[in-house]
């Protein structure tokens, strides 16, 4: 067994995922190993079926692994029960999805406040808010936003807890190319300032060219692994 090292966020070793099915078993993940350093930003590419949001939400602890482990420092998180891998998720993952799951009945601020108030050590909706540059936008209920607005609510609600890790699963593909570059730009911000580690699962293969390494995925295993020698910023990406 490896030992942990600190600048490490997760440890994967051999992680399977076997969905059953009447025509016979699917495997997602077929013994993927990798390595994610804490505070470096990556991008999963791949095509549907292909694993890489069957690894995230694993990574995530929304699903469990088949086989082999995950480790998130120097805990193995494949064996956690359900209250622990809740507790995990509430203490150390902001999740953001292509669906902005806003509640329409409230407002941005409020819409942030709902993880606010079950967090640790949170900041506040409306600073949360300020860093995805919808300080202003507070009062604002979703059907009043753009959708790129919405996304950078569902973006400040996942990042006002100071999370550890952000999972993003194709965090731009309902949006136009101007409102989806704003987005990254509120991902790439809060990865900076926070120190997170972010994941970002995304089928654009211009969105890679913000991260420090991409990742692609093939038939549910790792097909190669790209260490981004041209890192760009989002305004700079083509769509």
Avoid at 69 to 95: C, H, K, N, P, Q
Avoid at 120 to 125: I, L, V
């Amino acid at each position: 067994m490896r030992q942990p090292r600190p600048e490490v966020c997760f440890t994967v070793e051999g992680l399977r995922k076997i969905y059953p099915s009447a025509g016979g078993d699917v495997a997602a993940l077929r013994g993927i190993d990798l390595e994610v350093r804490r505070g470096e930003l990556i991008v999963l590419l791949g095509p549907s079926g292909s694993g890489k949001s069957t690894l995230l939400n694993i990574l995530g602890g929304l699903d469990s692994a088949s086989g082999g482990r995950v480790m998130f420092g120097d805990r193995d998180i494949t064996g956690l029960s359900d209250r622990e891998l809740t507790a995990f998720r509430r203490a150390s993952v902001g999740f953001i999805f292509q669906f902005f799951n806003l509640m329409p009945s409230l407002t941005a601020r409020e819409n942030v406040a709902l993880i606010t108030e079950i967090a640790e050590h949170p900041m506040s909706p409306d600073e949360a808010l300020r860093k995805v540059g919808l300080g202003d936008r507070g009062d604002h209920f979703p059907a009043e936003l753009s959708g790129g607005e919405q996304q950078r609510v569902a973006v400040a609600r996942a990042v006002a807890k100071r999370p550890e890790i952000l999972l993003c699963d194709e965090p731009t593909g309902s949006l136009d190319s101007d409102s989806g570059r704003q987005v990254l730009q509120a991902l790439v911000d809060s990865t900076e300032t926070l120190g997170a580690t972010t994941l970002i699962v995304s089928h654009n293969t211009g969105i890679a060219r913000i991260a420090d390494r991409i990742i692609r995925f093939h038939d549910g295993a790792i097909k190669d692994i790209e260490i981004n020698a041209d890192k760009r910023r989002p305004a700079d990406i083509e769509w």
